[in-house]
T-cell receptor
Framework: KQEVTQIPAALSVPEGENLVLNCSFTDSAIYNLQWFRQDPGKGLTSLLLIQSSQREQTSGRLNASLDKSSGRSTLYIAASQPGDSATYLCAAHNYGQNFVFGPGTRLSVLP | DGGITQSPKYLFRKEGQNVTLSCEQNLNHDAMYWYRQDPGQGLRLIYYSQIVNDFQKGDIAEGYSVSREKKESFPLTVTSAQKNPTAFYLC??????????????FGAGTRLSVL
């Protein structure tokens, strides 16, 4: 059964710093992996989806990578801003199964 | 404006009462999902539906029921059998479940509390 973990649980950085969020999964036969952003009390917003045939996806200041062999995905945020403060969740999808979500990393970007 | 609408935003349940959470989507998606989120935890799947008139239990279906009579609608009922219903409930949809580019779109959520 797929299990997803995210480390660290919380992270504080000063504005302007580049940062990396980590996502680990146990079943490497992954179909795709999706990164989401969640603001307090709100629903999830999809940021990036990486298919199993891809190694990375980019959107603006965000870059997500996928390494199936090591069971890891990373979300890189360049030049962080206070508006990036939120909880970031990753979700792994194996074919024929439902998404399995990690617990999230709560990011605070300090002005 | 395409998207997923959940209502109400806040809901209070009395002991022994059943309550229903609404989820409507106008994205023409076949698959719909209900998740429960507790503080500091990831999302846990309650029920999902891949097509009209069909739905399957997720990991924590006990004490919940759903229906899928229309493509656009997937209401969730929290029954009196659910002893710990206080949580944030999220509805999502995707084109279908097993497409390679299976982006999930979420509603704004319903926060359920027990009186």
């Amino acid at each position: 059964k797929q299990e997803v973990t995210q480390i660290p649980a919380a992270l504080s950085v000063p504005e302007g710093e580049n940062l990396v969020l980590n996502c680990s999964f146990t079943d490497s036969a992954i179909y795709n992996l999706q990164w989401f952003r969640q603001d307090p009390g709100k629903g999830l917003t999809s940021l990036l989806l990486i298919q199993s045939s891809q190694r990375e996806q980019t959107s603006g200041r965000l870059n997500a990578s996928l390494d199936k062999s090591s069971g890891r995905s990373t979300l890189y945020i360049a030049a962080s801003q206070p508006g990036d403060s939120a909880t970031y969740l990753c979700a792994a999808h194996n074919y024929g199964q439902n998404f399995v979500f990690g617990p999230g990393t709560r990011l605070s970007v300090l002005p | 404006d395409g998207g997923i609408t959940q209502s109400p935003k806040y809901l209070f349940r009395k002991e022994g009462q059943n309550v229903t959470l609404s989820c409507e989507q106008n994205l023409n998606h076949d698959a719909m999902y209900w998740y429960r989120q507790d503080p500091g935890q990831g999302l846990r799947l309650i029920y999902y539906s891949q097509i009209v008139n069909d739905f399957q239990k997720g990991d924590i279906a006990e004490g919940y029921s759903v229906s899928r009579e229309k493509k656009e609608s997937f209401p969730l009922t929290v029954t009196s059998a659910q002893k710990n219903p206080t949580a944030f409930y999220l509805c999502a949809s995707s084109i279908d479940r097993d497409r390679a580019k299976n982006i999930q779109y979420f509603g704004a959520g319903t926060r359920l509390s027990v009186l």
